[in-house]
């Protein structure tokens, strides 16, 4: 059974940085784009960064030039690293993979369970 398993949340102050990790497991035969969204208790969920199998990033206004979104695609692993961090960036971050498991004619989307960023002022 393929599952998505985030780490790397926390609190941290203004300014401060952290880095997210999510890696697939599971019997996967191929990996499309993986990416990051958030979501806080008043807005919908949004995507962060996303990052296509061949490499090629986009982020959403808010982030750009202060996170960055990397993948190792022999771990089937997706990093977001996040630098100068403001309290709007607190949220519940969710990793997001769309992926074909073995035996499985068609990809997916698959979500992990989230990992919460808190920054304070």
């Known amino acids: 059974q393929v599952q998505l398993v985030e780490s790397g949340g926390g609190l941290v102050q203004a300014g401060g940085s952290l880095r997210l990790s999510c890696a697939a497991s599971?019997?996967?035969?191929?990996?499309?784009?993986m990416g990051w969204y958030r979501q806080n208790q008043e807005k919908q969920r949004e995507s962060v960064a996303i990052?296509?199998?061949?490499?090629?990033?986009i982020y959403v206004d808010s982030v750009k030039g202060r996170f960055t979104i990397s993948r190792d695609n022999a771990k089937n692993t997706v990093y977001l690293q996040m630098n100068r961090l403001k309290p709007e960036d607190t949220a519940v971050y969710y990793c997001?993979?769309?992926?074909?498991?073995?035996?499985?004619?068609?990809?997916?989307?698959?979500w992990g369970q989230g990992t919460q960023v808190t920054v304070s002022s």
């Open positions: 990052i296509t199998s061949g490499g090629r990033t």
């Open positions: 997001n993979a769309v992926l074909r498991p073995e035996g499985v004619l068609y990809s997916r989307a698959y």
């Open positions: 599971g019997s996967i035969f191929s990996v499309n784009d």
